[in-house]
Nanobody, 128 residues
């Protein structure tokens, strides 16, 4: 069974940058669609960015992060990244990476219900 471990979360000032990493073990990364999700206190988990497996069929970004966040994957290292620039207070939350197989409509639309395996989360806090 696949395991995912996030790292890279931190406290950062508004306008700063962070890069989150998600190390995948138990299977090869390119077998899975991968997504980054976040959850703020009192709010539902939302899809931030999701991407397909090795075929590069799609990449999704939430409107709130377009132009600021970039998802990437290094299949040789079995690691997925989320580069976050120009961070804002509303980006604060617990960030999770997740993997999906097979791919469903929910997977492509970056909905949490479309993902089968989850990491434990990495906290990102953006302060003024």
């Amino acid at each position: 069974q696949v395991q995912l471990v996030e790292s890279g979360g931190a406290l950062v000032h508004t306008g700063g940058s962070l890069r989150l990493s998600c190390a995948v073990s138990g299977n090869t990364l390119d077998y899975y669609a991968i997504g980054w999700f976040r959850q703020a206190p009192g709010k539902e988990r939302e899809g931030v960015s999701c991407t397909s497996g090795s075929d590069d069929a799609y990449t999704f970004y939430a409107n709130s992060v377009k132009g600021r966040f970039t998802i990437s994957r290094d299949n040789a290292k079995n690691t997925v990244y989320l580069q976050m620039n120009d961070l804002k207070a509303e980006d604060t939350g617990l960030y999770y990476c997740a993997a999906a197989v097979p791919v469903t409509i929910a997977t492509v639309r970056c909905r949490a219900v479309g993902y089968d395996y989850w990491g434990q989360g990495s906290q990102v806090t953006v302060s003024a």
